[in-house]
């Protein structure tokens, strides 16, 4: 069975079981000789249908706590520690909507939110580990389901991942060789396993064995090198999945996946389905609309502030580099003083930043001269209120709400071709680098995981992204 079939199949099992369990719930605390489901009055259907809602929102819950990751179904103690985060989670969610809904939920909200956790919670570790995973395991022992993996770069983090897949392997991949440019075809790398091609004849090689998985463990590679073989790679029938430590960020930043000791993650290589530009671009427009008409308080409140603060606009106006290179006029509230954006001393320390950067440098990817921050430009920049504009030029297109940051003009010019490939979609108010941690990023680190959101870009990781940034603007975390 494919990563990807387990997941969906994870998914549709998690919300049958949750809503299941919602019906267990109501029936536990029912009144004596009543059959809640039988017997409930018809305002009840609402509120079964409030639920039937937010067993989606669960899913995402369930989701952002990694509970679809192969290590983590695959394993019993960490799994079970995180169904009963995400129920937690899930549980403290359900009663806010009971409470904002006033609902009742058929006869007493209390108990049906107690008898809820408790049969949800029975009821996955029942499915996920005592079934689910036992067949899982059973099907692989059997070799009913084998994939077959082709590693990318036969030095040690290849052959230790070939190793590890090799003497334990739950996850039914079987690696059948490498591709490598510096050693030979046929040359073995480890007992039975060989070098069956280079990075350049990586589709043939698919196609010839039927390859399902390639797993690029690349080392010392150059980073615009590195991108070009990813290419390559994503250019076959074959899914791709990254497991070289020169894209260590992303796994320690964003998702915990691995296969053995390796960590992980994978690459959508296949092109946007159908109709996916145009959804993204409407719930650009809908949320963006909403945004607007309900911060417009809080915009007054800030525009009064800045105002009373300091002389100058409210707005910040800027030239910015979107989509392809292409220049568009962007919007803040205004942090700082009349006419600090133009400093010299700053492009050129950005400059060395972008060309000297490296990922064992402890330095910021916000290069700020705090003595020309305002009072109130200090608090609205901790928790990025002053980004808060953005939303209009969200509704103009120049921008969506999740995607990488437009970057300035004289940064444009000093980046990498590679650099460039983050702005290869639309720049984002929010984004893979914002919700780990902003300035705490380096340089280089910055563009890997703007890059990640290229490779990945989806409604359920935009939705993820968005649901994230929340906290991470409340906590002010990586603001300056």
């Given at each position: 069975?494919?990563?990807?079939?387990?997941?969906?199949?994870?998914?549709?099992?998690?919300?049958?079981?949750?809503?299941?369990?919602?019906?267990?719930?109501?029936?536990?605390?029912?009144?004596?000789?009543?059959?809640?489901?039988?017997?409930?009055?018809?305002?009840?259907?609402?509120?079964?249908?409030?639920?039937?809602?937010?067993?989606?929102?669960?899913?995402?819950?369930?989701?952002?706590?990694?509970?679809?990751?192969?290590?983590?179904?695959?394993?019993?103690?960490?799994?079970?520690?995180?169904?009963?985060?995400?129920?937690?989670?899930?549980?403290?969610?359900?009663?806010?909507?009971?409470?904002?809904?006033?609902?009742?939920?058929?006869?007493?909200?209390?108990?049906?939110?107690?008898?809820?956790?408790?049969?949800?919670?029975?009821?996955?570790?029942?499915?996920?580990?005592?079934?689910?995973?036992?067949?899982?395991?059973?099907?692989?022992?059997?070799?009913?389901?084998?994939?077959?993996?082709?590693?990318?770069?036969?030095?040690?983090?290849?052959?230790?991942?070939?190793?590890?897949?090799?003497?334990?392997?739950?996850?039914?991949?079987?690696?059948?060789?490498?591709?490598?440019?510096?050693?030979?075809?046929?040359?073995?790398?480890?007992?039975?396993?060989?070098?069956?091609?280079?990075?350049?004849?990586?589709?043939?090689?698919?196609?010839?064995?039927?390859?399902?998985?390639?797993?690029?463990?690349?080392?010392?590679?150059?980073?615009?090198?590195?991108?070009?073989?990813?290419?390559?790679?994503?250019?076959?029938?074959?899914?791709?999945?990254?497991?070289?430590?020169?894209?260590?960020?992303?796994?320690?930043?964003?998702?915990?996946?691995?296969?053995?000791?390796?960590?992980?993650?994978?690459?959508?290589?296949?092109?946007?389905?159908?109709?996916?530009?145009?959804?993204?671009?409407?719930?650009?427009?809908?949320?963006?609309?909403?945004?607007?008409?309900?911060?417009?308080?809080?915009?007054?409140?800030?525009?009064?502030?800045?105002?009373?603060?300091?002389?100058?606009?409210?707005?910040?106006?800027?030239?910015?580099?979107?989509?392809?290179?292409?220049?568009?006029?962007?919007?803040?509230?205004?942090?700082?003083?009349?006419?600090?954006?133009?400093?010299?001393?700053?492009?050129?320390?950005?400059?060395?930043?972008?060309?000297?950067?490296?990922?064992?440098?402890?330095?910021?990817?916000?290069?700020?001269?705090?003595?020309?921050?305002?009072?109130?430009?200090?608090?609205?920049?901790?928790?990025?209120?002053?980004?808060?504009?953005q939303l209009i030029n969200v509704l103009k297109g120049d921008m969506?709400?999740?995607?990488?940051?437009?970057?300035?003009?004289?940064?444009?010019?000093?980046?990498?071709?590679?650099?460039?490939?983050?702005?290869?979609?639309?720049?984002?108010?929010?984004?893979?680098?914002?919700?780990?941690?902003?300035?705490?990023?380096?340089?280089?680190?910055?563009?890997?995981?703007?890059?990640?959101?290229?490779?990945?870009?989806?409604?359920?990781?935009?939705?993820?992204?968005?649901?994230?940034?929340?906290?991470?603007?409340?906590?002010?975390?990586?603001?300056?």
């Open positions: 069975m494919k990563k990807k079939n387990c997941k969906y199949v994870l998914l549709l099992l998690d919300w049958v079981v949750v809503n299941f369990a919602f019906v267990v719930a109501i029936r536990l605390q029912a009144p004596p000789g009543i059959s809640a489901l039988l017997d409930a009055p018809a305002s009840a259907v609402p509120e079964f249908l409030l639920f039937v809602a937010y067993s989606g929102i669960m899913l995402l819950v369930f989701q952002i706590n990694e509970l679809y990751k192969i290590n983590i179904y695959l394993s019993v103690n960490r799994h079970i520690q995180q169904i009963l985060k995400s129920l937690l989670y899930s549980v403290i969610g359900l009663s806010l909507v009971v409470l904002a809904s006033r609902s009742d939920i058929v006869f007493d909200g209390r108990l049906v939110v107690i008898y809820f956790f408790l049969a949800s919670f029975v009821l996955m570790i029942t499915t996920r580990i005592l079934i689910f995973r036992t067949i899982l395991k059973l099907i692989v022992a059997n070799g009913l389901s084998s994939r077959l993996a082709l590693i990318a770069g036969a030095g040690p983090t290849g052959k230790r991942l070939a190793s590890s897949l090799n003497e334990k392997n739950p996850f039914g991949l079987r690696p059948i060789g490498f591709l490598d440019d510096n050693k030979p075809v046929g040359s073995v790398v480890l007992p039975g396993i060989k070098v069956l091609g280079n990075m350049t004849n990586a589709a043939s090689v698919v196609e010839e064995f039927g390859v399902n998985e390639i797993v690029l463990c690349l080392e010392n590679e150059p980073d615009d090198g590195f991108l070009e073989k990813l290419d390559l790679c994503a250019k076959t029938k074959a899914s791709v999945t990254i497991g070289s430590e020169q894209f260590e960020i992303i796994p320690q930043r964003m998702y915990q996946e691995s296969y053995g000791d390796v960590p992980l993650f994978g690459v959508v290589n296949s092109a946007p389905y159908l109709g996916q530009p145009a959804l993204k671009r409407l719930g650009d427009l809908i949320l963006a609309t909403l945004g607007l008409i309900i911060l417009s308080p809080l915009f007054l409140l800030v525009a009064i502030a800045i105002k009373l603060d300091s002389p100058g606009p409210v707005l910040f106006k800027q030239t910015r580099i979107g989509k392809d290179g292409k220049p568009f006029t962007f919007y803040k509230f205004r942090s700082m003083n009349v006419g600090s954006d133009k400093d010299r001393s700053r492009e050129e320390k950005l400059r060395r930043f972008i060309q000297e950067n490296k990922n064992d440098v402890p330095t910021s990817t916000k290069i700020v001269d705090h003595r020309k921050i305002t009072r109130v430009g200090r608090f609205l920049r901790k928790i990025s209120i002053d980004e808060l504009p969506s709400l999740v995607g990488p940051r437009p970057c300035l003009p004289y940064e444009w010019k000093n980046y990498a071709e590679w650099h460039k490939r983050r702005l290869s979609v639309t720049p984002g108010c929010t984004g893979v680098w914002q919700v780990l941690g902003r300035s705490k990023v380096g340089f280089r680190d910055m563009v890997i995981l703007d890059l990640f959101y290229v490779h990945n870009v989806s409604f359920h990781l935009d939705v993820l992204l968005i649901f994230k940034t929340i906290p991470a603007m409340l906590l002010g975390i990586g603001g300056k």
